[in-house]
Nanobody, 113 residues
Framework: QVQLVESGGGLVQAGGSLRLSCTAS????????ITWYRQAPGKGHEFVAL???????NYADSVKGRFTISRDAAKNTVYLQMNRLKPEDTAVYYC???????WGKGTQVIVSS
């Protein structure tokens, strides 16, 4: 069983920045792939970014060039640095560990115009 805890969300003005964190715990956790998704009000889950165990990354087109995913393996933590935020980035951001099919509870990001 793997537990994921997100943090770092909040309210920010358009053009601002936030850094989200996702910390994993559990005896079966093996730092393979960690993915960030988001869900805007009234919409489904949208892929944002992923990072694998060798540091390879992938991003949704909507965030490419603005968001950066990184990891600290020693802390079992993945970060999502979000710059030049836009109102359409407003959503609940979730961390997902595919190998264990584990989701965090999410952290709210609100970007005001």
């Amino acid at each position: 069983q793997v537990q994921l805890v997100e943090s770092g969300g909040g309210l920010v003005q358009a053009g601002g920045s936030l850094r989200l964190s996702c910390t994993a715990s559990g005896s079966t956790f093996n730092f393979d792939v960690i993915t960030w998704y988001r869900q805007a009000p009234g919409k489904g889950h949208e892929f944002v970014a992923l990072i694998n165990n060798v540091g390879g990354t992938n991003y949704a087109d909507s965030v490419k060039g603005r968001f950066t995913i990184s990891r600290d393996a020693a802390k079992n933590t993945v970060y999502l640095q979000m710059n030049r935020l836009k109102p359409e980035d407003t959503a609940v951001y979730y961390c997902y560990y595919p190998q264990g099919d584990s989701w965090g509870k999410g952290t709210q990001v609100i970007v005001s115009s």
